[in-house]
Every structure is written in structure tokens, then in C-alpha cells.
């Protein structure tokens, strides 16, 4: 465009018509900018936590739970083994649930019963993480105690609009014309959904579980009642609460010993690789889908 | 086969004598869990009105206008953490929105094709680094390197205002407004790009064949045509903001007091609920953090639904798809 102004007669020649071109440039500039800080923000911080993560990254880390007071070594192998487990355990309850209401959202609900759903799908993912803490607190921990099966709720709560609103959004990506055709060959709606929208939109849960098990590993706030009074070993019982990562990482943080915080850089090295990959592999995989199910059309 | 319906849309379930099993299975089980989503946020806001309501009804609206914090005398009021939220996110906007426009701006206008996923992605990146992990850095490299260097810079040549005046120091308000800030960006900027691109084509190209350059294309016909939709972002922006508890804690150093400057430490209601909660001294402590919980949740509600009509409005007005 700009190319085809130099050459037009009419704005060459005012100074008013250079000025205005310089602000355009210097407005262009400033928004190319706002892009490079954004982008030096994330490298700053992905630099920071790998220069002082990776020297304290070694096997005590991974064999080895947090040593006593006052002792050098020891490591987060209880936390990374109680996030996983708690991670996979909101997935397990999130995803199921995700999906079908999506399903119930995008090929039966009426109109209106859709448009609530999907505004208290809003609602519920803006609620703050904390909120959600204080929650089931008061319905599973203050009744049962501390567990890491209380922490899952309180993270799959987190995640199920995550999941419902990624799996939503791919469902109405399929192409109307492969309901139609279903149909008309003389499916039923379930039947469909099941034989033919499923499977086309299957990248796409997929994608929505990645970005849920993503999220659900990195939450602190969901922790912090849940299952924060843990035996300083392995813990495998989801009826008792377990060490997990963004926990060890939280109380670490706070700690003066200079030890604690090199294992709260190496622990946030580990979480942050680990949410940054699922991120950016959701991210990719979710193009893919995109694009799969446009040439469907 | 009796029925040669054209439309297969139109034909609400087809006529057979067998019941289908299958089909009233599967719209019972998605209904089920649409009925779950409501009951689960009933709950949630059952469950958080009744553990606040001990000191709802000890407090009531005074809660909110006042400013002691007392475990011993078992006085409890919000008003410097309200203040301390709304500072914290108001100033992270600030921040933070300017630059997620702008970083919008240049995801659908500015930026060579080969450019746009790459930075469009790592711009999403930042939302996605744990705040944990955010919190971590903020507390022991973001935080000394804001009292080493910004702060004495600051308060040097704008100490005239109160929020850049008093002595520099490494756990504050002034740190927990930049880390909201690189919370904030990621939301506003992906909305704002989708935003940016719903522009329809005949509007920019009607105005750059007035003679417009394409700042004055942007400011005089893309940043009216999607205003509200930016507003609804900056919405979201704070809810998301107003609600950050672990971050915060982390960085602002936990203090019940109000400071016209953003140097020394504050608090905020969802740290305040981050660092208490777990060991309270009394149940009305732990009944006033629930109070704290309650606020911040109607804050939030508010928000929310405020954004998703103006956005829904916006949609409407726009001819459906936007």
C-alpha cells in the first residue's frame, strides 16, 4: 500500500501529508515494539529460570524427597509423582465431562439453554483460582481432611471450561454438510455424533485435554487448602494429601535458604518445560485440526 | 422406510416404534452434565456465602470500610485490601493494555504472514507460565532488580508524584503490578487480534482509498469499529488481575496498610485469603477471609457477565458472526 502512496501526485508534495506518514511510521514502530517487549518478557523469564534451574538439576532431584532441616541435597520426587497423579486425576474427571457438555451444547441444546451454558462456562472460568480453593475446602476437606483427591476436584473445576470451550469450538468447526449427509442416511443424531462428529473432532479433544493437563499441572492456588499437610515421602493414596510441584516451588520461593530456593528454581525449570511443551504442542496440534477439518469441507 | 423427508434438520427425532436407547442415553448423559455445571456453580457460591457467614453477620457492609485487620481484638475489614486489589490492577492495565493492542495491531495488520503464528504464539506463551513460577521470579530477580534500578530511578526524577516517592524496596505493590501486567497482556492482545481481524476488509480499504494512512486507517475506523470489544477484553483482563492470588503473594510482601507509593509492600484480598487461610487463628479470621472470597467472587461475576453482554451486543449488532 504504502509503496502506491510514494508514487501518487496528490500527497507528495505537502508537509502536512509528510507529517502525517511520519506519525503513521512512528505509531507502527511503537507497535512493532510492544511486540518485541512481550516477546523479550518471555524470553527474559524462560532465561532466568533455566540459568538458575539447569545447575540444580541433578538425579537427587528426581530419586530423592526434600531432606531434613538444616541438611544439604535431597530433592522433589514426592512432588513430581503427586502432580502427576493429581494432574491425571482432574483430567480423568474433566475431559469426560468437558466433552459431553460440549457435545449436549454444540448438537443438543436449544439456543437459549446453549447461550446459558456457554455464558456460565465464562463465568466459572473467570472465578479465581482461589475462590475455588475456599470452596472445596469447605465441601470435601473440612469434612474428610486434606487429600490428593480433594486437590484433583478443585483442578478439574479449573480445567472443565478449559476443556468444554476448546472441544466447543472444534465441534462447530465440523462442517454441517457431515451431519446433513449422516442424517440423511438415516442416523440418528447420537448416532452421528458418535460415528461421525467424534471421530472428525477427535485432534481436537485431544488438543483440549493437552491444554487442561497443562494448565491443571501449573495451578497453585487449587493446592493450597487441598493438599498442603503432606508426609515428606512418596505418596500414592489419593485419599492422603501429596507434595506436588507448583507446592514446592510456592513454599521454597519464600524460604532464605539459599538451597531451598535452588530447588525452587529446579522445580519451576521442570514445570515450566513441561507446561510450555503441552502448550505449545496443543497449540500446533489445534493449527492441524483446523486446517484437517476446513479441507473437509 | 415410510418417510422421504428433504430436510433432515427439520425432523426431530424420526418416527420408529422401538425406543431409541441410544439416542434418549446420550442426550440424558450431556444434559446430565450441563445440569453439573450449574449445580457446581451454585455450590460454589452457596459453599463461599456460607463459610463468610459468620462475619457477614458480625461485619456486615462495614467489612468493607474498614481498615483493621486484628486477629487478637478480632476486628476484620477489607478496605486496604480493596484499595490494594484495585491499585494492583488498575495500574497492571494501564500496563499492560496499551501494549496487548498494540501487540494486536501488529499481529493483524503490521506483521510480515511469516511472522504472525511464531509471535502470536509465544505472545500466548507468557499466559501460560505457571504463576508460580512467575511469582518465583518476580520475588527474587524482578523484585531486587525493580528496588536496584527503577525505583531509585523513579522516585529521582518523578518523586513529585506520591506513587513514585519513599525508599525503594524489593517486595511491593509496584512488583505485583508488573507481574499482573504480563498476565494481563496475553488475554487482551489475543482478543484484541481476533478482534482486529473481524474488521471487515471494505471498511480499511474505504478508508485508505479516502487517502488515509494506516495509523489514521486504524484510529479512524478499526479502533471505533471493535471499542467495545477491547473494552470487554479489558474486563476479562481485570477479573483475571483482581483474582491472582499466588503471584501476588509471592511478591508484594503482605502488609495491611495502604501507601500512597507503590514502593513498600500492601496486599491484596486474594493473597491475603493465599497467605491466611491455611492457618487461621480463630473461625471468625477464617470466616472473614471466606468474606474476602465472597467480594472477590461477585467482582468477578460482575466482570464476566458485563463483558460477555457487551461482547454479545457487539455480535448482535455486527449481523451474528463476529
Known amino acids: 500500500m504504502s509503496a502506491q502512496d510514494d ?61 531434613p532441616f538444616g541438611v544439604e541435597g535431597g530433592g522433589i520426587k514426592n512432588a513430581i509423582v503427586g502432580t502427576l497423579i493429581m494432574t491425571a486425576m482432574a483430567t480423568a474427571m474433566a475431559v469426560p465431562i468437558g466433552v459431553l457438555l460440549a457435545i449436549f451444547d454444540t448438537e443438543f441444546a436449544p439456543p437459549q439453554v446453549s447461550v446459558a451454558i456457554r455464558m456460565t462456562l465464562n463465568v466459572l472460568a473467570g472465578v479465581p483460582t482461589i475462590v475455588i480453593g475456599i470452596f472445596i475446602f469447605g465441601l470435601v476437606v473440612v469434612s474428610n481432611g486434606q487429600s490428593a483427591f480433594a486437590a484433583s476436584i478443585a483442578l478439574a473445576i479449573i480445567i472443565l471450561p478449559v476443556i468444554a470451550r ?30 461421525v462428529i467424534l471421530p472428525s473432532a477427535f485432534g481436537g479433544i485431544v488438543t483440549a485435554t493437552i491444554v487442561g493437563v497443562a ?81 473437509m469441507r | 422406510m415410510t418417510t422421504t423427508n428433504l430436510d433432515p434438520s427439520s425432523i426431530p427425532l424420526p418416527t420408529r416404534r422401538r425406543p431409541r436407547i441410544g439416542e434418549t442415553g446420550l442426550r440424558a448423559l450431556t444434559a446430565a452434565t450441563a445440569l453439573l455445571l450449574v449445580a457446581i456453580m451454585a455450590l460454589l457460591v452457596y459453599e463461599t456465602a456460607r463459610q463468610a457467614w459468620p ?8 467489612f468493607i470500610t474498614s481498615d483493621q485487620w486484628n486477629v487478637v481484638t478480632g476486628q476484620f475489614g477489607a478496605l486496604n485490601f480493596i484499595i490494594g486489589t484495585l491499585l494492583t490492577s488498575v495500574v ?16 493483524s495488520e503490521l506483521a510480515p504472514r511469516v511472522l504472525r503464528t511464531p509471535v502470536g504464539l509465544m ?13 518465583l521470579w518476580g520475588i527474587l530477580v524482578m523484585g531486587p532488580f525493580l528496588a536496584e534500578h527503577v525505583e531509585p530511578w523513579l522516585s529521582d526524577h518523578l518523586g513529585f508524584i506520591p506513587l513514585f516517592s519513599g525508599y525503594p524496596s524489593s517486595q511491593g505493590v ?60 479489558t474486563m476479562l483482563g481485570f477479573g483475571r488481575a483482581v483474582g491472582e492470588a499466588i503471584a501476588v503473594t509471592q ?57 460477555q453482554l457487551i461482547s454479545g451486543r457487539l455480535q448482535r449488532r455486527l449481523g451474528g458472526e463476529a
Request: proline content about 5%.
Open chain 2, 92 to 107: 497492571a492495565l494501564v500496563i499492560a493494555v496499551p501494549m496487548a493492542i498494540a501487540i494486536g495491531l501488529f499481529l
Open chain 1, 166 to 195: 476448546a472441544t466447543e469450538e472444534v465441534l462447530l468447526l465440523v462442517p454441517s454438510t457431515l451431519r446433513e449427509g449422516s442424517m440423511a442416511l438415516g442416523a440418528t443424531r447420537a448416532r452421528t455424533v458418535v460415528s
Open chain 2, 174 to 233: 509496584l512488583p505485583a503490578c508488573v507481574v499482573l501486567s504480563i498476565m494481563v497482556v496475553p488475554i487482551v492482545a489475543s482478543i484484541s487480534r481476533e478482534l482486529f481481524l473481524s474488521v471487515p476488509g471494505e471498511l480499511k480499504q474505504g478508508a485508505m482509498a479516502l487517502g488515509a494512512t494506516r495509523w489514521e486507517m486504524v484510529r479512524s475506523v478499526m479502533l471505533p469499529y471493535v471499542s467495545g470489544g477491547l473494552v470487554a477484553s
Open chain 1, 215 to 295: 494448565r491443571a499441572a501449573g495451578e497453585t492456588a487449587p493446592i493450597l487448602f487441598t493438599s498442603s499437610i503432606f508426609a515428606n515421602a512418596v505418596v500414592t493414596d489419593p485419599s492422603q494429601p501429596m507434595a506436588s510441584m507448583p507446592f514446592a516451588i510456592f513454599t521454597n520461593s519464600e524460604s532464605p535458604s539459599h538451597h531451598d530456593q535452588q530447588v525452587a528454581w529446579a522445580a519451576a525449570l521442570l514445570l515450566m518445560a513441561f507446561v510450555l511443551l503441552g502448550s505449545i504442542t496443543g497449540r500446533l496440534l489445534s493449527l492441524r485440526t483446523r486446517r484437517q477439518i476446513e479441507q
Open chain 2, 123 to 135: 505472545v500466548e506463551l507468557l499466559a501460560a507460565i505457571p504463576s508460580v513460577v512467575l511469582g
Open chain 2, 55 to 62: 462475619s457477614i453477620q458480625e461485619f456486615g457492609l462495614g
Open chain 2, 251 to 307: 511478591v508484594i510482601g503482605g502488609a495491611n496498610a495502604i501507601s500512597r507509593s507503590l514502593f513498600p509492600p500492601g496486599d491484596t484480598m486474594a493473597s491475603r485469603i493465599a497467605a491466611q487461610y491455611a492457618g487461621t487463628a480463630t473461625s471468625l479470621q477464617r470466616s472473614s477471609l471466606a468474606y474476602l472470597a465472597v467480594l472477590l467472587l461477585i467482582i468477578s461475576l460482575i466482570t464476566n457477565i458485563a463483558a
Open chain 1, 7 to 67: 508514487r501518487n501526485p496528490l500527497t507528495v508534495v505537502s508537509p502536512r501529508s509528510r507529517r502525517r506518514k511520519l506519525q503513521g511510521r512512528l505509531m507502527e514502530l511503537l507497535a512493532s515494539f510492544a511486540a518485541l517487549v512481550a516477546i523479550v518478557v518471555l524470553l527474559v523469564v524462560i532465561f532466568s529460570v533455566a540459568k538458575r534451574g539447569l545447575p540444580a538439576v541433578n538425579a537427587d532431584l528426581f530419586t530423592q524427597v526434600a531432606a
